[in-house]
């Protein structure tokens, strides 16, 4: 199966599975990004048919709103 066909079927099970997904371009590959309840997913589909797939996993632990000065002093060039 080609890449592009890979990656319609995938977002068609998405859908199906009513997950909400954004689309986008990373390097030299498309880049859907899935969120769900304490997960945040990156999967890649490459030319070449490669399917890189990272997933960000939460603890659960809720911060306040100083927390966003962390992000700024943290993550700032």
Do not use: C
């Amino acid at each position: 199966m080609n890449t592009l066909q890979t990656l319609i079927d995938f977002l068609e099970r998405l859908e199906e599975n009513k997950i909400h997904y954004n689309l986008g371009k990373i390097r030299d590959s498309i880049l859907v990004e899935v969120a769900v309840p304490g997960q945040r997913w990156e999967v890649e589909f490459f030319p070449d048919g490669i399917v890189d797939v990272e997933k960000f996993l939460s603890d659960g632990t809720i911060f306040d709103k100083s927390e966003i000065e962390v992000l700024f002093r943290d993550f700032s060039d």
